[in-house]
């Protein structure tokens, strides 16, 4: 190791540095480089992990799986006879993703979009490959901080409209920063 001239001020010293085993995950770390105009994608979703609404990529590795899906539907109203026949199969990952290696899957914490159907501990999948389109329920990053509303575009003006009239809506202001994270396109509702 070099002897550094001016021990009080920068250059290698034994036992200086981030001390193993510290930090938020307890482990070594490793610096990475982002291109810019991704950095807040990558904080928001690190802020998001941290916070335990983790982004949950979709598992590429797994086997197929199909499930059986019954030739017909069931009524929510009066009951009626029903066939107990298989009429096809159908692979979850097709029927949920539209682009399984762009696809993730976020918990959501709070009730501002009960109206579109998304409640406390939801998970939803979003999809980064969808380009955002007026009246999309999208996830957003808003000063680091990920946010998911439906996005509303008039003209120039940009809106992140809540789905429960108790939140109020995010009006960008000129010149403020938004980056959509993804598309809803899912909703896993526990019942």
């Given at each position: 190791?070099?002897?550094?001239?001016?021990?009080?001020?920068?250059?290698?010293?034994?036992?200086?540095?981030?001390?193993?085993?510290?930090?938020?995950?307890?482990?070594?770390?490793?610096?990475?480089?982002?291109?810019?105009?991704?950095?807040?994608?990558?904080?928001?979703?690190?802020?998001?992990?941290?916070?335990n609404?983790?982004?949950?990529p979709?598992?590429?590795?797994?086997?197929?799986?199909?499930?059986?899906?019954?030739?017909?539907?069931?009524p929510?109203?009066?009951?009626?006879?029903a066939?107990?026949?298989?009429?096809?199969r159908?692979?979850?990952?097709?029927?949920?993703?539209?682009?399984?290696?762009?696809?993730?899957?976020?918990?959501?914490?709070?009730?501002?979009?009960?109206?579109?159907?998304?409640?406390?501990?939801?998970?939803?999948?979003?999809?980064?490959?969808?380009?955002?389109?007026?009246?999309?329920?999208?996830?957003?990053?808003?000063?680091?901080?990920?946010?998911?509303?439906?996005?509303?575009?008039?003209?120039?003006?940009?809106?992140?409209?809540?789905e429960?009239?108790e939140y109020?809506?995010?009006?960008?202001s000129?010149?403020?920063?938004?980056?959509?994270?993804?598309?809803?396109?899912?909703?896993?509702?526990?019942?």
């Open positions: 190791m070099k002897e550094n001239p001016n021990p009080r001020r920068g250059g290698c010293r034994a036992g200086a540095g981030r001390k193993p085993g510290t930090g938020l995950y307890s482990e070594p770390t490793k610096p990475i480089r982002v291109p810019e105009s991704q950095v807040n994608t990558v904080l928001g979703y690190l802020s998001a992990y941290r916070k609404a983790a982004a949950l979709i598992a590429t590795d797994t086997p197929r799986r199909f499930i059986p899906v019954m030739s017909h539907g069931v929510a109203g009066f009951s009626s006879p066939d107990d026949y298989v009429q096809d159908v692979d979850l990952n097709e029927h949920l993703l539209l682009h399984r290696d762009a696809s993730f899957i976020l918990r959501v914490s709070g009730w501002s979009m009960v109206g579109a159907g998304i409640h406390d501990g939801d998970e939803i999948i979003v999809d980064r490959a969808i380009e955002p389109l007026d009246g999309h329920v999208v996830v957003a990053v808003i000063s680091g901080e990920l946010t998911v509303k439906r996005l509303k575009k008039s003209g120039t003006r940009i809106r992140l409209a809540a429960n009239p109020p809506d995010i009006e960008l000129e010149g403020g920063e938004l980056v959509i994270w993804g598309v809803v396109t899912r909703v896993l509702h526990k019942v």
